[in-house]
């Protein structure tokens, strides 16, 4: 039986640097976290569930006892909550050199909406991360930040459903998907074009982690799964016996080595179909590549989450 094969990549060294992971209580967001805090970084880690936050530290700190690690609540399907968190860093006035927008609900079976009324995944997924991004400007540009969003292997094809962002007239749980993870590409490379012809000495890059058996797509009552999928099965069978697909591990390095690499651009895994294997930089899948949605993007985004990004 064929083993899945390890990678790894070299951090520099992070210490007096500040990180902020979101979805970093389990996963893939967990294992960035991890490696971050084990390069030097104070890793932040907002988190909907404060007693899986709580946990996933006690996981860092067996790897690596003198992490420098702070929590707080913040759920992204909730704008009030992004902007108190944003409210409480920035009154702590640190500046920040790191965030990974890379939490993410997928495919929940019935359409769901954020307490803001949006469609769950493009208001989680993306304008969440916006309303994120737009609270910690100020901290950013005062850090020469590093942003790195994480889209999706879904976003290889399909669109931003302009005529009904919400999908309020026709609900497809995997369309409304990659419609959130195209919107999050779209928005991490736009920022980065922003920010060069404004000065803010922000690089923004995006990253995708493949397919991997993670929790997105196992039993997940709060979106409404109260199983795992068959598609979750086939792909930890695949990924146990080495073969197509990534493991949890390697999952994580396209979004640490997109987070840490000087060079600025789009980073996945690098076996044929971008499944799995070693991370490095890839080539824009089509809808990532349309500027002119992306600019649209930037401006609809601000509107809806009422967070200006100036």
């Known amino acids: 039986m064929m083993r899945p094969r390890q990678y790894d990549v070299a951090l520099p060294d992070l210490t007096w640097k500040r990180a902020v992971v979101t979805g970093a209580s389990d996963g893939i967001g967990l294992g960035i976290a991890t490696r971050l805090a084990g390069a030097g970084a104070e890793v932040v880690m907002p988190v909907r569930n404060r007693i899986k936050g709580t946990a996933a530290i ?39 050199h790191y965030l990974v927008n890379n939490a993410g609900v997928m495919t929940p079976p019935q359409r769901g909406v954020t307490a803001d009324g949006f469609e769950l995944q493009f208001g989680t997924n993306h304008l969440g991360h916006v309303a994120l991004t737009g609270h910690l400007l100020p901290l950013l540009k005062a850090g020469r930040a590093r942003v790195t969003s994480q889209t999706s292997i879904a976003a290889r094809r399909g669109a931003i459903n302009w ?9 497809d749980g995997m369309r409304a998907y990659r419609q959130s993870k195209i919107a999050v590409g779209l928005f991490g490379l ?57 493991t949890v591990e390697s999952a994580q390095l396209p979004a640490v080595l997109a987070a840490t690499t000087p060079d600025v651009g789009f980073y996945g895994p690098q076996w044929p179909g971008n499944a799995g294997g070693p991370p490095g930089k890839q080539k824009l899948w089509k809808p990532l590549s349309n500027t002119a949605d992306a600019d649209r993007l930037w401006t609809v985004s601000q509107e809806l989450s009422g967070v200006a990004l100036v």
């Open 58 to 96: 006690a996981k860092i700190r067996e790897v690596h006892p003198q992490a420098e690690l702070v929590l707080h609540e913040m759920d992204l399907a909730s704008l009030a909550s992004v902007a108190s968190f944003g409210e409480a860093m920035r009154a702590e006035g640190a500046p920040i």
């Open 163 to 171: 005529n009904d962002l919400n999908f309020e007239h026709e609900y």
């Open 190 to 246: 736009e920022l980065n074009r922003r920010s060069e012809v404004a000065g803010w000495g922000i690089t923004s890059t995006i990253a995708h982690p493949g397919v991997a058996p993670t929790s997105l797509l196992a039993a997940r009552p709060e979106v409404g799964r109260a199983k795992d999928t068959t598609e979750v099965k086939v792909i930890r069978w695949l990924s146990g016996h080495g073969m197509l697909m990534g």
